[in-house]
Nanobody, 122 residues
């Protein structure tokens, strides 16, 4: 069992930056692939990025070069650094965990946080 708690969301102007954190508790954080997803009003939840236990990363095309996912296994925490934010990045951002590699579908993730709101004003 893994419990996930996100923090760091907020309101920011276009072009600004935010850093999201996801603190994990429970067993064997290092064995999990950690992902970030987001869900805008009226839209389906979508993949943003994931990072493997070894540090391998994959990103949604629209955030490449702007977002960076990282993890600190000693602190059981995964981060999402978001730069050059755009109004279309506005969504609730969720942290999630899975034991499987190369997964970008929400249904492939076993554990989820409660989400943190990110709002980007134009």
């Amino acid at each position: 069992q893994v419990q996930l708690v996100e923090s760091g969301g907020g309101l920011v102007q276009a072009g600004g930056s935010l850093r999201l954190s996801c603190a994990a508790s429970g067993r064997s954080f290092v064995n999990y692939v950690m992902g970030w997803f987001r869900q805008a009003p009226g839209k389906e939840r979508e993949f943003v990025a994931y990072i493997s236990w070894a540090g391998g990363r994959t990103y949604k095309d629209s955030v490449k070069g702007r977002f960076t996912i990282s993890r600190d296994n000693a602190k059981n925490t995964v981060y999402l650094q978001m730069n050059s934010l755009k109004p279309e990045d506005t969504a609730v951002y969720y942290c999630a965990a899975t034991r499987a590699l190369y997964r970008v579908e929400p249904s492939d993730y076993d554990y989820w946080g409660q989400g943190t709101q990110v709002t980007v004003s134009s």
